[in-house]
């Protein structure tokens, strides 16, 4: 529910009202807009029928948020998620680069695309070292090797990790190596392990389910959330589409949308999205226009020769051209891109 306050209330009144909901066992967030305070509480309304809240000092009225989606929306939260990781800002008014190849491959080429890609200005260095393959005998990861490589490389360039956790048995050793656990597009509604990221005290990067509605990836967030972890990055990152010229279609205005319905960063998956090479720089830019707070993007020394996602992995020359456009369009549209 919303609690909205009276004009000119008391900070002793705010305070009371949102003690005894924690007392109560309800989740809390206070907004000041322009001096109206205003209340997103979410909790077991049975816990208030004896004490209701229009009756507490300094409330004005209460008004029962609709949507299936709570904490993640902006009715609970207006001002935007910023999560910083080692002074590395996600959300707000910064745009921030995850680059890095599709799968660890070994480690001379992940310290190689780590240090091109940190000298271009991303800040996250991203590689799977557990594959979602469609078929079983596709290269599968390295497992914990690719994870120390992810380390090492990120450490010696002042890079952040993201990689990929497909099952929760390996929560643990995930978490050993990586700053930010990516949930890939087909793990999106493994509502079981989304319970379990609730706990898992490490920000979360939710992708878009291959054919997942806006709201259903937000209901996704909200399973996060609801365990305790408020720390998520949502990654539009394609649907699929009757198109075949494109792997997927990045659904570019998922980003205003999504922007609209929460407060959790959004970034876009131009790799993925497209599944092309020529469309990364495109729609990277387009997906910056379009006010996503950061993009995660595949890097190869050698496309041809990648053990995955070689077509839709760009060279490192062609990803310092892509950050300088990124740097032109972010300060064009009042943003900063993080370097
Ligand atoms: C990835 O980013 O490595 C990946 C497998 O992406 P998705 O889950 O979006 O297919
Ligand atoms: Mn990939």
Redesign the pocket.
Known sequence: MIIVFRQGVAQADIDYVQNKLTEYGFKTNVSDYNGRIVMGAIGDDRALRERPLFTMPGVEKVVPISKPYKLVSKDFKREDTIIDIKGVRIGGGSVVVMAG???VENRDMLMYLAERTRKAGARILRG?AF?PRTSPYAFQGLGEEGLKYLREAADANDMLVITELMDARDMDLVCKYTDIIQIGARNMQNFRLLKDLGGAGKPVMLKRGLAATMKELLMAAEYVAAGGNNDIILCERGIRTFETETRNTLDLSAIPVLKSMTHLPVVADP??GTGRRDCILPMSQAAVAAGADGIIV?VHQCPEEAF??GD??ILPDDFDVLMKRLDIIATTIGRTLSV
């Open positions: 190849p599709c799968s799977g594959k790799s993925h595949e995955s996602d839709q992995s």
